[in-house]
């Protein structure tokens, strides 16, 4: 008994080793992409993906729009186009066909977006469901369009209200676009303007202080908007966008006397856009000094003058601060060394500018000579 068993297990153990698997059936794919103008889409890329065991076979266009891959195993494939590897690694595809099937020979799958757009457009070729979604998308598309059609038509409505000075039919209009569509950061900006334009008008300061808040809480939605929108195509001009808003929320933190904040807030539009920083470190200053806080706007504007040493208007202010802190000496005003000098820089560049009179005073005031030509004195000359 015992032998016949272990010569079956033998048996079945050669049977064992002498079994191979059979060899993956496979065959080639290729084909042709051209755009919706009928051009070739170079450095496209097309996946296939088999619908069975999700394998993918990745492949890239020539300058032809060709592409070309041996060994894709036969079956069932989805067959994906992007137009680029950004798109792909974002899942943005261009078009896709569904239930290919590769066999074992040479397949051919040509994409010409041209033709599709034509054949979508009659509804020619298409499962129900894919007509359901090029439907669908359509519908969004001129829900969109009408959207944005009736909210520019509130934003000119706003516009021209505001400039005729009838700031709360402005605030009214944008009002009703944000119950119409409250993902807009323009709308909310634009609405933050009036409501903080509108605050210097009122005569009750609870008014005022109420309008301004509301002026605050408009600038803060359409910054967070921005931040959470898609990358803009221009990454510069977006970022000029949210400094902008940046600035105007600062504007409305100091006018609520929230010193701190607008100078926080002055500073992260600095930060976003540093193209523009002079100018943002310039309203800083110009928040400090309105505060009293002498020290901190000094030395905002000596950082505005480092970054744009052309900017006339910071040598003034900051002359204007080193004022604030000149002793009398008996019946002499003296003030912190370097206070003439900012004034006569200021008049060097702005000879004839809006400060040039009250620049001109505070010289006057310290004793001190206007030198129309500071940073060029002339040597006295040799004895």
Same mark, same amino acid.
């Given at each position: 008994?015992?032998?016949?068993?272990?010569?079956?297990?033998?048996?079945?153990? *050669?049977?064992?080793?002498?079994?191979?698997?059979?060899?993956?059936?496979?065959?080639?794919?290729?084909?042709?992409?051209?755009?919706?103008?009928?051009?070739?889409?170079?450095?496209?890329?097309?996946?296939?993906?088999?619908?069975?065991?999700?394998?993918?076979?990745?492949?890239?266009?020539?300058?032809?729009?060709?592409?070309?891959?041996?060994?894709?195993?036969?079956?069932?494939?989805?067959?994906?186009?992007?137009?680029? *590897?950004?798109?792909?690694?974002?899942?943005?595809?261009?078009?896709?066909?569904?239930?290919?099937?590769?066999?074992?020979?040479?397949? =051919?799958?040509?994409?010409?977006?041209?033709?599709?757009?034509?054949?979508?457009?009659?509804?020619?070729?298409?499962?129900?469901?894919?007509?359901?979604?090029?439907?669908?998308?359509?519908?969004k598309q001129e829900k969109e369009v009408n959207?944005?059609?009736?909210?520019?038509?509130?934003?000119?409505?706003?516009?021209?209200?505001?400039?005729?000075?009838?700031?709360?039919?402005?605030?009214?209009?944008?009002?009703?676009?944000?119950?119409?569509?409250?993902?807009?950061?323009?709308?909310?900006?634009?609405?933050?303007?009036?409501?903080?334009?509108?605050?210097?008008?009122?005569?009750?300061?609870?008014?005022?202080?109420?309008? +301004?808040?509301?002026?605050?809480?408009?600038?803060?939605?359409?910054?967070?908007?921005?931040?959470?929108?898609?990358?803009?195509?221009?990454?510069?001009?977006?970022?000029?966008?949210?400094?902008?808003?940046?600035?105007? +929320?600062?504007?409305?933190?100091?006018?609520?006397?929230?010193?701190?904040?607008?100078?926080?807030?002055?500073?992260l539009a600095a930060q976003t856009d540093p =193209?523009?920083?002079?100018?943002?470190?310039?309203?800083?200053?110009?928040?400090?000094?309105?505060?009293g806080k002498v020290d901190d706007a000094i030395? *905002?504007?000596?950082?505005?003058?480092?970054?744009?040493?052309?900017?006339?208007?910071?040598?003034?202010?900051?002359?204007?601060?080193?004022?604030?802190?000149?002793?009398?000496?008996?019946?002499?005003?003296?003030?912190?060394?370097?206070?003439?000098?900012?004034?006569?820089?200021?008049?060097?560049?702005?000879?004839?500018?809006?400060?040039?009179? *009250?620049?001109?005073?505070?010289?006057?005031?310290?004793?001190?000579?206007?030198? =129309?030509?500071?940073?060029?004195?002339?040597?006295?000359?040799?004895?």
């Amino acid at each position: 008994m015992k032998k016949y068993f272990a010569i079956l297990l033998f048996a079945v153990l *050669a049977v064992g080793l002498g079994s191979r698997p059979a060899a993956a059936q496979s065959g080639s794919v290729k084909g042709v992409c051209k755009d919706v103008q009928g051009a070739p889409m170079a450095d496209a890329v097309v996946v296939w993906t088999n619908q069975d065991n999700g394998q993918k076979y990745v492949l890239k266009t020539n300058k032809k729009g060709e592409y070309f891959s041996l060994g894709v195993s036969a079956g069932k494939y989805t067959v994906t186009l992007y137009k680029n *590897a950004d798109d792909q690694k974002a899942g943005k595809e261009t078009f896709h066909e569904g239930g290919f099937i590769v066999q074992v020979d040479e397949n =051919t799958l040509d994409f010409d977006l041209k033709k599709e757009q034509e054949s979508q457009g009659k509804g020619v070729g298409l499962t129900p469901e894919q007509l359901k979604q090029i439907q669908e998308q359509k519908a969004k598309q001129e829900k969109e369009v009408n959207t944005v059609k009736t909210l520019n038509d509130k934003l000119n409505a706003a516009k021209t209200a505001a400039d005729a000075g009838d700031y709360d039919t402005a605030i009214a209009a944008l009002n009703d676009a944000n119950q119409m569509d409250p993902s807009r950061d323009l709308v909310w900006f634009k609405l933050g303007d009036y409501y903080r334009m509108s605050a210097t008008k009122q005569t009750d300061s609870a008014e005022k202080q109420k309008r +301004l808040a509301s002026a605050v809480e408009s600038y803060q939605k359409a910054v967070e908007l921005k931040k959470a929108a898609p990358p803009d195509k221009d990454p510069a001009a977006g970022a000029k966008t949210l400094a902008a808003y940046y600035n105007n +929320l600062a504007e409305a933190y100091a006018k609520s006397n929230k010193t701190d904040d607008a100078v926080k807030t002055y500073q992260l539009a600095a930060q976003t856009d540093p =193209t523009a920083s002079g100018q943002y470190l310039f309203n800083t200053g110009a928040v400090l000094t309105n505060a009293g806080k002498v020290d901190d706007a000094i030395a *905002a504007f000596d950082k505005v003058i480092a970054a744009d040493p052309n900017k006339a208007d910071a040598y003034y202010w900051k002359g204007v601060n080193m004022i604030g802190k000149a002793t009398l000496q008996g019946d002499k005003m003296v003030a912190p060394p370097g206070t003439a000098d900012a004034f006569q820089k200021y008049l060097e560049l702005q000879p004839t500018g809006s400060y040039a009179d *009250a620049a001109k005073q505070m010289l006057a005031s310290i004793g001190a000579s206007v030198e =129309t030509s500071f940073g060029n004195k002339k040597k006295p000359p040799k004895k």
